[in-house]
């Protein structure tokens, strides 16, 4: 810890210049970091490279008092307290008990927790104590960029990928960024197609539909409208070309660890009819789709609506997490075929650095992917049973997956149900 901690007021602070540009850029909070009790977009493990200088990272964060080195990390949590050094020599072992301690804190209940740094000037001996919300969402925090743009890191993996694969195509054998990905992933597929790279066409801004629908009794998720499980070319965000007749091979490029199968409205505009306000009011839902979506995982009608009603509640919802014991094994795996398809190569950007991995869809890896196995468990109420939201859990060989039902708008009653996933 420095020596000397009082408060002070930064001389940075009266920059003309930076109060312009800080005002570009939001607050952090709880939410920044940590979203669903787990970290999110390895946003922690960006902070902390930068706080112990790692992988090329230096110690200097912009903050509502200008750029400021951090000292010490404090985290509360009712009565107890930790304490972590920038420039402990035991950091290695350290770190992930602090990214442990943020991730806990920032997912409890209740007023009793905090997080505060000490922080000062590189030149100067004061120092002074802040909160997490002092600090500016910058870019690598899921923020705005110069003039205020927000940086979606997925747009921008694409705009990169696309670049580097036309410098490829364009006949460069070397070079930085994903470069020597490209390169790879060409060599093996010049072989597979027995003719050379003739195109690259970005594709990730033609918005394909893949909506929810209600087909024979079972929800599954469409590709443009066709019900079919071969959809490279409704995935494909950029698509190599081969030979003279540009024979396609369908990239998906996804950014970030957790990754969206799909997205849908439950109210009937642009998808099935699943439940409705009225419906939950009354613990009774009464649409085909919805009452098929409750089979599926077997889920318990009263304790669905009780989700959503008598909120906000002052305790945890009796029995909230379920193993579910009736669920149609069938029906889940049919749905996540539809979501997972095959024909094209995933090119997953894990969200930090260039370390990326490739790895081809095809119907084995389909069938693999999507056979769940052990339990369906289902959390009425979200992971405390306090919430209004559903979240729904099971696994395969290949993915761990999460389902919640809730509202987007910040209202009550749900508006959409998700999948998302993490490779394991």
Not at 29 to 56: H, P, Q, W
Not at 175 to 180: D, F, L, N, T
Not at 193 to 220: C, D, I
Request: charged share 25%.
């Amino acid at each position: 810890m420095q020596a000397g901690c009082q408060e002070f007021e930064s001389p940075i602070l009266h920059s003309k210049y930076l109060k312009k540009s800080m005002a570009e850029f939001a607050n952090c909070d709880y939410n920044t970091f940590v979203r669903s009790n787990d970290e999110y977009d390895f946003r922690i493990d960006k902070f902390l490279d930068k706080m112990y200088e790692m992988n090329g990272q230096k110690n200097i964060f912009l903050t509502d008092f200008g750029l400021m080195a951090i000292y010490e990390v404090k985290i509360t949590k009712g009565r107890e307290t930790f304490v972590f050094d920038s420039d402990s020599r035991s950091y290695m072992t350290e770190r992930p008990l602090l990214k442990a301690r943020w991730i806990d804190v920032s997912s409890s209940r209740g007023s009793g927790k905090s997080i505060e740094f000490e922080v000062g000037l590189s030149d100067q001996p004061r120092t002074q104590t802040i909160p997490l919300k002092s600090f500016k969402k910058v870019d690598d925090f899921g923020g705005r960029g110069a003039g205020g743009r927000r940086v979606n890191m997925g747009n921008q993996f694409e705009e990169h990928w696309v670049a580097d694969s036309q410098k490829v195509l364009s006949g460069q054998t070397n070079g930085s960024r994903y470069v020597q990905k490209v390169i790879d992933l060409n060599d093996d597929l010049t072989k597979k197609m027995k003719s050379g790279l003739s195109g690259v066409v970005a594709e990730g801004g033609a918005n394909k539909s893949r909506p929810l629908v209600f087909s024979g009794n079972s929800l599954v998720v469409a590709a443009e409208g066709r019900l079919t499980e071969n959809m490279g070319s409704t995935l494909t965000d950029v698509t190599f070309q081969y030979g003279e007749k540009k024979d396609p091979v369908y990239l998906s490029l996804k950014y970030g660890s957790t990754l969206t199968f799909f997205n849908s409205g439950v109210g009937g505009r642009n998808g099935p009819l699943l439940f409705t306000p009225a419906m939950i009011k009354q613990y009774k839902i009464t649409s085909q789709a919805g009452k098929a979506f409750l089979d599926m995982f077997g889920m318990d009608e009263i304790k669905f609506c009780e989700s959503f009603n008598n909120y906000p509640r002052t305790k945890a919802i009796t029995n909230y997490a379920v193993s579910s014991t009736d669920f149609n094994k069938a029906s889940i795996e049919k749905l996540l075929r539809s979501g997972i398809g095959y024909g094209y190569y995933m090119v997953h950007h894990k969200g930090s650095g260039t370390k990326i991995d490739i790895y081809e869809i095809d119907r084995n890896y389909m069938r693999s992917a999507s056979t769940i196995s052990g339990p369906v468990t289902i959390y009425y109420g979200g992971k405390d049973g306090r919430g209004k939201r559903i979240d729904i859990e099971c696994e395969s060989a290949k993915y761990k997956f999460k389902f919640n039902i809730r509202n987007k708008q910040g209202g009550q009653y749900p508006t959409h149900v998700m999948c998302d996933y993490k490779k394991k």
